[in-house]
């Protein structure tokens, strides 16, 4: 049987400037979780903007690996990751 689900490391930008990261494998759907104060207990008091960046995976462990990562990383370094990609916030 061929594996035809998608995983998906994410990263929003907050209104408040913060920066969120998750895991989905449907990021629109989530993000309007989030939105709607569904999402995480974090996006409840920090209301995401927009989707910045998100990266497909084959499983659901390289996505989940890739956003634990992501998350242990300084706010400047997750600014310079996202810049790599063409993600400029400043």
């Known amino acids: 049987m061929e594996q035809t689900d998608k995983y998906y490391m994410y990263v ?3 209104e408040d ?5 998750g895991f989905s494998t449907d990021v ?3 993000f309007q979780e989030h939105v709607k104060g569904e ?3 974090y996006t409840r008091s920090h209301i995401p903007e927009k989707i910045l960046f998100k990266k497909q995976f084959d499983t659901k462990h390289d996505a989940l690996s890739a956003e ?3 998350k242990q990383l300084t706010r400047a370094q997750k600014i310079a990751h996202l810049a790599r ?3 400029n916030l400043e």
């Not at 400037?17 to 990261?21: A, D, N």
């Open 39 to 41: 999402g995480a207990k």
């Open 68 to 70: 634990y990562a992501f």
């Open 28 to 30: 629109e759907r989530r």
């Open 12 to 14: 929003l930008l907050c």
């Open 17 to 21: 400037q913060t920066l969120y990261t």
């Open 85 to 87: 990609e063409g993600i």
